[in-house]
């Protein structure tokens, strides 16, 4: 989550559920000489890590975008292209990095560092004439399926969103138990494209080869989908799930009373919303959904991901030290402008309060990072997800639940979420639930060595079969 708009959690370093947003400046340098694609490779921790950017001009302006080949990100946005003679400067606010690099004389070669929360390491950049390639991802189903699939659309009238979508069914019988799939944090397509693998695309290949139907969507201004997530809040992606039940309700091989919902990360948060409301969902599977409320959660998801990364604790404590204070004048300031004052007050006596060594280390944040990181915490989303409790919801849901997670999670860990989910499944008279801690997988659900975002992209697996089982054999169950 927004690690997590977490984050759509999903990029290189990101912390899951921080949004990127793409902020581009103007620069007067001849943009010939940098337009292109720019490879090379650091040295992380004793692995070789390839990185490449991809620099673009739009009628004068520089936009640049980051690949991580070995990691399997690959476009991922930078917020700011900078340039100052021939010094080029790309940061991204969202993964707290930035490269610095000076041009040649030949204009073939930037010498310089990437430098990320607290580590500046050597990276020097080679123009290319091709972009790195996607990873393989074994998993991912081939063509032609054993199944129908088609292209499908449906409207939430409120929002004056149409949602495109991916619709897979059995070639034949009807009346099918049907899954509608809720993706997490951050603008997210359909299969929930994230580090070059699409979860979403396997666990719905998976469940219709099980007898299935499923519903997988572009989030709203994503893919084919219209409308905004801008002013949005998980509640507000709350009611595009409820069209497409209703959507779904409308299908004659769908069964209308076996419909039911899988959220994944942030979309463990929104099942719970639909299905305490509404009498049409038979069950829900949360795949690593919150269980305490957003702002304890960043900040713990912050502590564990810092140290996973090799951080060193006093950075890591700094850190999170300066989300505990913004984080209250979000949840207790009403007024914007005021907020804005009081965030930006913080970060600067935040950054004079540390010692010498963390503060070179950190860095002094200079006036587009300061408004950037003020703008994502003031966005809608992350107001209404640092101040939202799951717990009451979770209180009001009476159909079955089943909660699963990875024991190596970092973005949402078990130990500190699957209790209260099922202790408020517990309290509020539920009494068809099961709880699971999936041994040695990360939030993705993928078998992994550490649980570190830094992990996801160079596992060759994308979904655990042993955590699609569980999801499969349970769904089935419900209905006898």
């Known amino acids: 989550m927004h690690e997590e708009r977490e984050i759509n959690v999903k990029r290189i370093l990101l912390l899951c559920l921080f949004v990127l947003v793409v902020c581009t400046v103007t620069f007067a340098l001849d943009q010939k000489s940098l337009v292109g694609v720019w490879n090379g490779e650091v040295n992380f921790s004793g692995m070789k890590l390839p990185l490449s950017f991809n620099i ?94 088609e292209e499908v659309t449906f409207e939430n009238k409120k929002a004056g969103a149409v949602l495109a979508g991916t619709l897979t069914r059995p070639d034949s019988g009807t009346s099918f138990t049907t899954v509608l799939l809720i993706t997490g944090s951050g603008p997210e397509d359909r299969d929930e494209s994230v580090f070059g693998h699409r979860p979403f695309l396997v666990l719905a290949d998976y469940l219709t080869r099980q007898g299935m139907a499923v519903l997988r969507v572009d989030d709203r201004g994503i893919g084919k989908s219209t409308g905004s997530s801008k002013n949005a809040t998980s509640e507000d992606f709350a009611e595009d799930v409820r069209s497409g039940i209703a959507y779904l309700k409308t299908l004659k091989y769908v069964d209308p009373k076996r419909i039911g919902l899988i959220g994944h990360s942030e979309g463990g948060l929104i099942a719970p919303m639909v299905a305490a409301k509404s009498p049409d969902v038979a069950f829900i599977v949360l795949m690593a959904g919150p269980g305490i409320p957003g702002d304890t959660l960043m900040k713990l998801q912050g502590k564990l991901i810092g140290l996973a990364e090799g951080q060193d604790p006093k950075l890591v404590e700094a850190n999170s030290r300066l989300q505990g204070m913004m984080f209250r004048v979000v949840a207790e300031e009403s007024d914007t402008i005021v907020a804005k004052k009081k965030l930006r007050q913080v970060l600067e006596d935040w950054s004079s309060s540390l010692d010498s060594n963390t503060a070179k280390e950190v860095g002094k944040p200079d006036s587009l990072q300061v408004m950037m990181q003020i703008k994502q915490v003031m966005s809608p989303w992350m107001k209404f997800f640092l101040t939202y409790d799951p717990v009451p919801t979770l209180k009001k849901v009476k159909c079955p639940v089943l909660a699963i997670n990875g024991s190596k999670d970092l973005q949402v860990p078990p130990d500190y979420n699957l209790p209260p989910i099922e202790q408020a499944l517990k309290a509020g008279g539920n009494t068809h639930y099961k709880v699971v801690k999936l041994d040695g997988l990360n939030h993705l659900f993928q078998h992994c060595k550490t649980g570190a975002v830094t992990e996801y992209g160079s596992i060759e697996e994308t979904f655990a079969p042993e955590a699609m089982e569980l999801i499969a054999s349970w769904i089935k169950s419900t209905g006898k």
């Open 56 to 149: 673009a001009d739009t009628t004068g302006i520089l936009t640049a975008t980051m690949d991580s080949p070995s990691q399997g990100a690959f476009g991922i946005p930078m917020d700011s292209v900078k340039v100052n003679g021939d010094t080029l400067r790309i940061v991204t606010i969202g993964m707290s990095g930035e490269y610095k690099g000076v041009v040649t004389a030949d204009g073939h070669r930037l010498n310089g560092t990437w430098s990320q929360r607290g580590m500046s390491l050597e990276l020097n950049l080679e123009k290319g004439e091709k972009a790195a390639s996607r990873a393989a991802r074994p998993q991912e189903p081939k063509k032609p399926y054993p199944y129908i699939e």
